[in-house]
């Protein structure tokens, strides 16, 4: 009988452990963090499906020439084939976290973009918005810009 009580608690133990490492939630930055760089890896890789579940559907991308996608026509022309990304990654990413559910990245983005046959090197600077949507971090918009290194403020 003993035997069974000590095994009916370790497994109720056993349990406990497992339901409070499952239930932990990700601090939000980590876990935007994670996020984007799956959406870095899902753009490498051409997969709709995995941008899909990473973007809301509110999303408003604006692209470094000023375009303006919604979430449907940036997946849509990224699976027309005509555009392909590799060595994509982020550096001096700032975060911050303005309200619950909430979380904004600003960084410096660098690729290899191919657009039709010809592949050229890519450096941004951008903002991606996330947002917690029913416990899923999905981006609502980014905003790209190539710098130009020249500042139209005049010097003090």
């Given at each position: 009988?003993?035997?069974?009580?000590?095994?009916?608690?370790w497994f109720a133990m056993m349990i406990g452990i497992a339901v409070g490492v499952?239930?932990?939630?990700?601090?939000?930055?980590?876990a935007v963090l994670r996020a984007d760089q799956a959406r870095l890896a899902a753009?490498?890789?051409?997969?709709?499906?995995?941008?899909?579940?990473?973007?809301?559907?509110?999303?408003?991308?604006?692209?470094?020439?000023?375009?303006?996608?919604?979430?449907?026509?940036?997946?849509?022309?990224?699976?027309?084939?005509?555009?392909?990304?590799?060595?994509?990654?982020?550096?001096?990413?700032?975060?911050?976290?303005?309200?619950?559910?909430?979380?904004?990245?600003?960084?410096?983005?660098?690729?290899?973009?191919?657009?039709?046959?010809?592949?050229?090197?890519?450096?941004?600077?951008?903002?991606?918005?996330?947002?917690?949507?029913?416990?899923?971090?999905?981006?609502?918009?980014?905003?790209?810009?190539?710098?130009?290194?020249?500042?139209?403020?005049p010097g003090k």
């Amino acid at each position: 009988m003993k035997k069974i009580s000590y095994l009916l608690g370790w497994f109720a133990m056993m349990i406990g452990i497992a339901v409070g490492v499952t239930c932990a939630a990700e601090a939000p930055v980590a876990a935007v963090l994670r996020a984007d760089q799956a959406r870095l890896a899902a753009m490498m890789a051409g997969d709709g499906a995995a941008l899909g579940k990473l973007m809301s559907d509110e999303l408003a991308f604006v692209h470094s020439d000023g375009r303006i996608e919604s979430k449907a026509d940036y997946v849509k022309n990224m699976l027309a084939g005509d555009t392909a990304y590799k060595d994509a990654k982020t550096s001096d990413v700032r975060t911050m976290e303005p309200a619950p559910g909430v979380v904004i990245l600003i960084g410096a983005q660098q690729m290899t973009k191919r657009l039709g046959p010809s592949w050229s090197e890519i450096k941004l600077k951008f903002m991606a918005v996330w947002r917690n949507e029913g416990s899923t971090w999905r981006m609502v918009a980014w905003q790209s810009m190539r710098p130009s290194g020249n500042s139209v403020v005049p010097g003090k």
